[in-house]
């Protein structure tokens, strides 16, 4: 198994028992890198360490932010320390609301 598929997303319910009519409700990297997100602007993941990934010679690093990307996201938002939840509730409440309410979008790239 690549490293690569050892990150997950642990979702709402993950530690319930299983039943025959759900999935395990843990989103692993390699799911998400065959989701079609070509759609997404921004995927933000700002819990603690969600940047971090496995380093690989020649690959860069292999994490969730990765196959966001490789998912089609076109921007990825993500968080390299530990960071305090009041705190990040306090900044994503203040990003979305300007990146909403004032309508802002991510740059455009530029053109040579």
């Not at 530690?15 to 409700?25: A, G, H, I, K, L």
């Not at 602007?41 to 990765?66: D, I, S, Y």
């Not at 609301?97 to 040579?112: A, N, S, T």
Request: aromatic residues 8%.
């Amino acid at each position: 198994m690549l490293p690569d598929f050892l990150s997950e997303l642990v979702l709402a319910g993950a530690n319930e028992p299983p039943s025959e009519t759900q999935d395990d409700r843990l989103l692993t990297t390699e799911e998400v890198a065959w989701l079609d997100l070509s759609r997404v602007e921004l995927a933000v993941l700002p819990a603690c360490e969600t940047g971090l990934g496995f380093p690989t010679n020649g690959e860069g690093l292999l994490g969730l932010g990765r196959a966001l990307q490789q998912a089609g996201a076109q921007s990825v938002i993500t968080s390299l320390w530990k960071v305090d939840d009041q705190a990040t509730r306090l900044l994503f409440s203040r990003f979305y609301g300007r990146f909403w309410q004032e309508g802002l979008h991510r740059p455009k790239p530029r053109g040579p």
